[in-house]
C-alpha cells in the first residue's frame, strides 16, 4: 500500500511539473462522464422493451426506443469530440515529458550523465514518456469506468437488492488478487526495463562502432548478441504477460461462477414473481458492466506497475540537480580576463576507483603555453576535464582569479574556456553553425580563421559554402579536416583559457605547422594547455609540465628550450 501511495505522489508531483492546460483535462473528464453516464441508461430501457413485449405495450416499446436511439447520437457525438481532443492532449503531454527530459539531460553536470547508460536515456525520452502520457489518460477512464460502476451498482440494488449483493461478493477476492499480481509484475518490470535500457546501449554501441564491426568481420558475433538480447527481452515480456493473464482468466473464474449464482438466484426470484424478466436482463447488463470494470482494473494495475517504474526513472532525470548552473561569482569577476589558475592540492579518484592525482600543486598563468606530456593513462585528459568543469569530482583546490572553480557557473565558465577534446565532433548541422556553435560569431572571423587553417578553399568550393549542412547527401570531411573544424571552433569565441587535447594528432606536418603558430598567437593574451605526446617545436618560450606519479610537475628546464 505504501508504494501505491509513494506512486500516487510521485505521479502528481509529476503532472504539477508538465504544463498540462488543466481545463482541457476537466473538459475531457466530464465529457466522458457525460456520454458514460447516457450508455448507462441503456439496459433500463432494453429492460422495459422487453417487459413491453411481455405485457404487449406498444407505447412502453415505442418511447423507450426513441429513449435509446436519442442516447445512442447524443453519446456517439460526444464519444467522437473528445477522442479528437483526447489524441490532441496526450500527444501535447508527450511532448512535453520528452522536453523535459531532454533539456534535462542537457543541463545536467557532465560527470553524471556520463555516468548514465546512453541506453537508458534514449529509453528515458522515448518510451518512459509515452508510457506516462498514456497513463493519464487510463487514469481519467480509471475516473469514469468508477463512476459507471457505481452509477451501475445503484441501479442494480434498485432492481434486486439481493442478487447485487451476490455480486458485490467478488470485490473483497479481486482486489487481493490485483495487489498480489501487481506486485510480481512490478518486478518483472523493473528487470524488463533493465534489460531494454542495455539492449538500447547495445544498439547505440553497434551503430557507433560499426566501423569496427567490418573491419574485423564480427557480423555474425553482432548478430549473435542482438537475437540473444532480443530472446531475453521477449522472454521477460512473455513472463509479464502471464502473470497479467493468469490474472486475468483467475477473476473470470470468480466472475463466472458469481455470475452462474446470480442467474439461479434471478431465476428463482422470477419464479417467486419478485423480479421481472425485463429486469433480469436489464440486472445482467449492468452486473456485466460492473465487473468489466473489475477487469479493466486488473489491467490497468499492471499499466499502473509499469508506469510507477517509469515514473521513477524520470523523476530521477528530472529532479536532479544541475550542479553547473549554481553561479558564487560577483559580477566584477565574473567579466574579467582570467590571469591564472592556480590548483592546490588536488585530488581525482575516477569511479572505478582509480587514483589519477594526489595532493598536487601547479599554478597556470596568462601569456604562457604549458605543454602537457605524460605517458598514456597518466590524467592528461582528466586535468582537461577537471579544468573545463566535465568532471568536478575532486578534493582540494582549483583557484581561478582567486576563486574557486565550483562557483563558476557552467555558462559563464563556457564564454571563458574553450576546450578541444579527442573525439572530435561535427554535427549535422551547416558548417557555419558548427564553427560557431550558435555562439554570436561573425562570419568573417569564422572565415578568417577557415583562412589560416586551409579550410576555407575547400568551403567556398562547397555548393552552400559555409551554410553547407554536414552529412546532407554523404558530405563529410577528412578526420584532419574535422580536428581542423574544431580547432576553429574553440578559437572564434577568443576565450581566456584554451585547453587542447592531442589537437594534431589527425593532421598533417604542413597544417601542424600553421596549427602551432595560431596557438602561439593566442597564447599572447590567454593560459594554453596543450596534452600531447609530440616534441612541437614552438617559437616562443613554452613551459613543459609532466604528469606522472598522480602528480603535475613544470619542468623549469625545458622553458625557453624551444626558442
Ligand atoms: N570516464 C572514466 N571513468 C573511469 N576511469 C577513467 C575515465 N576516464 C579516464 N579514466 C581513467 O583515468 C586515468 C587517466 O586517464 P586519462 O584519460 O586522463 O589519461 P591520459 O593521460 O589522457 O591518457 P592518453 O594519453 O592515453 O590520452 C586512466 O587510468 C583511465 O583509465
Redesign the pocket.
Known amino acids: 500500500m505504501k508504494d501505491y501511495k509513494k506512486d500516487f505522489v510521485l505521479f502528481f508531483n509529476t503532472i504539477k511539473k508538465l504544463n498540462i492546460p488543466k481545463r482541457a483535462i476537466l473538459l475531457i473528464l466530464s465529457i466522458m462522464i457525460m456520454s458514460n453516464v447516457l450508455s448507462l441508461a441503456f439496459p433500463l430501457f432494453f429492460g422495459n422493451i422487453i417487459n413491453g413485449i411481455v405485457s404487449k405495450s406498444f407505447y412502453t416499446i415505442k418511447m423507450n426506443l426513441l429513449y435509446m436511439f436519442l442516447c445512442f447520437v447524443v453519446s456517439t457525438v460526444l464519444d467522437y469530440k473528445n477522442q479528437k481532443m483526447i489524441i490532441k492532449l496526450s500527444y501535447s503531454v508527450e511532448l512535453n515529458i520528452k522536453e523535459e527530459l531532454f533539456n534535462s539531460i542537457l543541463e545536467m553536470p557532465y560527470s553524471r550523465v556520463?555516468k548514465i547508460d546512453k541506453g537508458r536515456l534514449v529509453n528515458n525520452i522515448e518510451s518512459d514518456s509515452t508510457i506516462f502520457s498514456s497513463i493519464l489518460f487510463d487514469n481519467m477512464n480509471l475516473v469514469v469506468q468508477t463512476i459507471s460502476m457505481i452509477i451501475s451498482l445503484i441501479f442494480m440494488v434498485y432492481i434486486s437488492p439481493i442478487l447485487t449483493l451476490v455480486t458485490i461478493v467478488t470485490f473483497p477476492i479481486t482486489f487481493m488478487i490485483y495487489i498480489y499480481s501487481g506486485r510480481m509484475i512490478k518486478s518483472k518490470e523493473i528487470e524488463y526495463t533493465k534489460m531494454h535500457d542495455s539492449f538500447m546501449s547495445f544498439l547505440y554501441e553497434s551503430l557507433s562502432g560499426l566501423k569496427s564491426i567490418k573491419i574485423f568481420k564480427v557480423e555474425n558475433k553482432w548478430n549473435e548478441m542482438f537475437r540473444k538480447n532480443v530472446m531475453d527481452i521477449n522472454e521477460k515480456n512473455i513472463e509479464k504477460f502471464n502473470v497479467q493473464l493468469v490474472t486475468q482468466v483467475i477473476i473470470g473464474v470468480v466472475t463466472f461462477l458469481i455470475n452462474n449464482l446470480n442467474i439461479i438466484l434471478a431465476i428463482y426470484l422470477i419464479f417467486n414473481g419478485r423480479l421481472s424478466l425485463g429486469m433480469m436482463t436489464a440486472f445482467n447488463e449492468y452486473s456485466d458492466r460492473f465487473k468489466g470494470v473489475l477487469l479493466l482494473l486488473s489491467k490497468l494495475n499492471s499499466k499502473i506497475q509499469q508506469v510507477s517504474v517509469s515514473l521513477r526513472r524520470v523523476g530521477e532525470i528530472v529532479d536532479s540537480e544541475s550542479i553547473g548552473k549554481i553561479e558564487n561569482v560577483n559580477d566584477k569577476e565574473r567579466y574579467n580576463k582570467i590571469e591564472k589558475i592556480e590548483i592546490k592540492n588536488l585530488s581525482h579518484t575516477?569511479?572505478?576507483s582509480?587514483e589519477?592525482f594526489k595532493d598536487t600543486n601547479i599554478n597556470f598563468y596568462k601569456n604562457n603555453i604549458y605543454l602537457i606530456k605524460?605517458?598514456?593513462?597518466?590524467?592528461?585528459?582528466?586535468?582537461l576535464n577537471i579544468l573545463s568543469k566535465l568532471i568536478d569530482e575532486y578534493t582540494g583546490e582549483i583557484l581561478i582569479n582567486g576563486i574557486e572553480l565550483k562557483c563558476y557557473s557552467e555558462e559563464n565558465l563556457r564564454n571563458k574556456v574553450s576546450y578541444v577534446t579527442?573525439d572530435h565532433y561535427m554535427f549535422s548541422i551547416s558548417i557555419r553553425e558548427n564553427i560557431s556553435l550558435y555562439r554570436d560569431v561573425p562570419l568573417e572571423d569564422i572565415e578568417n580563421i577557415c583562412k589560416r587553417l586551409n579550410l576555407h578553399e575547400l568551403i567556398i568550393n562547397l555548393p552552400n559554402q559555409y551554410d553547407t549542412v554536414i552529412n546532407d547527401e554523404g558530405l563529410n570531411f577528412s578526420g584532419g579536416q574535422i580536428q581542423r573544424v574544431c580547432f576553429a571552433r574553440a578559437i572564434v569565441s577568443n576565450p581566456d583559457v584554451y585547453l587542447f587535447d592531442?589537437i594534431t594528432s589527425a593532421i598533417d606536418q604542413k597544417n601542424i605547422e600553421d596549427v602551432l603558430r595560431i596557438i602561439e598567437e593566442i597564447s599572447a593574451n590567454a593560459i594554453v594547455l596543450l596534452?600531447t605526446?609530440e616534441n612541437f617545436k614552438f617559437n616562443v618560450p613554452i613551459i613543459e609540465c609532466s604528469?606522472m606519479n598522480k602528480r603535475i610537475e613544470t619542468n623549469e628546464l625545458n622553458l625557453l628550450q624551444n626558442v
Open positions: 556520463y575516477t569511479q572505478s582509480i589519477v605524460g605517458a598514456s593513462g597518466s590524467g592528461k585528459t582528466s586535468l579527442q592531442e596534452a605526446h604528469v
